[in-house]
């Protein structure tokens, strides 16, 4: 769920950015209050993706922290079944690393 959020984020920042890009372009030809208006359009549509990226950056953020929080948790209450599998993995790591092709 939270990855289909952040393509869905990251597909409305794309849009919003090429049309903001394509205001901006056919405001360059223009002058007078047209432009200024074009212009206007274009800032607000940069800053409504700014917006959404900063709340994204929070969701990211806050989802980081609870992950570290619940895995320092099973850590502290599994240390032994932690140290195997680091070592499990570890030693996994090594002979993929040292075998001979």
């Known amino acids: 769920m939270l990855e289909s959020d952040f393509k869905s984020v990251n597909k409305d920042i794309k849009v919003l950015l090429k049309d903001a890009q394509a205001l901006f372009n056919s ?8 432009a200024d208006e074009m212009r206007a ?3 607000k549509m940069v800053d409504a993706a700014m917006a959404m990226t900063h709340d994204a950056q929070v969701s990211v953020v806050a989802t980081g922290k609870q992950m570290a ?3 320092d948790t099973y850590v ?6 932690t140290i195997g599998v ?4 570890g030693m996994l790591v090594g002979l ?6």
């Open 86 to 89: 680091a070592a499990t993995v």
């Open 41 to 43: 359009r274009g800032m």
């Open 96 to 101: 993929l690393c040292c075998r001979k092709s």
């Open 27 to 34: 405001a360059a030809s223009l002058t007078g209050e047209k």
């Open 69 to 71: 929080v619940s895995t």
């Open 76 to 81: 502290k209450e599994h240390p032994w079944s």
